[in-house]
């Protein structure tokens, strides 16, 4: 007996692919990624929708070989991010304790007189 309609394997898959599409477009749509990176996270939820879940749908049996190359794809994703993060520079944002507009350069400002 389950309790769910749905098991819950797929469900997750579902939930995840979804969040992982809008994820992917709120990050195309920002701009600060570029290149094959930018289209990762959309790659990653488009992924199960275009390939995973028709194949299932099919058979009628999970595709456990399509499930394991859905990890490559999240395999990229963190390469992606972490290349990302590598290359870009600190903003203001990632000093601790910094505020919008406090000096980067020292903690002393110099006061013209």
């Given at each position: 007996?389950t309790?769910l309609?749905?098991p819950?394997p797929?469900?997750?898959?579902?939930l995840?692919?979804i969040?992982?599409v809008?994820?992917?477009?709120?990050?195309?749509?920002?701009?600060?990624w570029?290149g094959?990176?930018?289209?990762?996270?959309?790659?990653?939820?488009?992924y199960?929708?275009v390939?995973?879940?028709p194949v299932?749908a099919i058979?009628g049996h999970p595709p456990?070989?399509?499930?394991n190359?859905?990890?490559?794809?999240?395999?990229?994703?963190g390469y992606?991010?972490?290349?990302?993060?590598?290359?870009?520079?600190p903003?203001?944002l990632d000093?601790p304790?910094?505020?919008r507009?406090?000096?980067?350069?020292g903690?002393?400002?110099?006061r013209?007189?």
């Open positions: 007996m309790l309609p749905i819950l797929q469900l997750g898959a579902i995840n692919a969040g992982m809008l994820v992917g477009i709120a990050v195309w749509r920002a701009g600060r570029r094959w990176q930018r289209w990762m996270p959309l790659l990653t939820g488009l199960p929708l390939v995973m879940f299932l058979t456990r070989l399509l499930i190359l859905w990890g490559l794809v999240w395999a990229l994703l992606a991010l972490s290349a990302y993060a590598k290359n870009r520079t903003t203001h000093l304790g910094r505020r507009g406090d000096s980067v350069s903690e002393h400002r110099q013209t007189v």
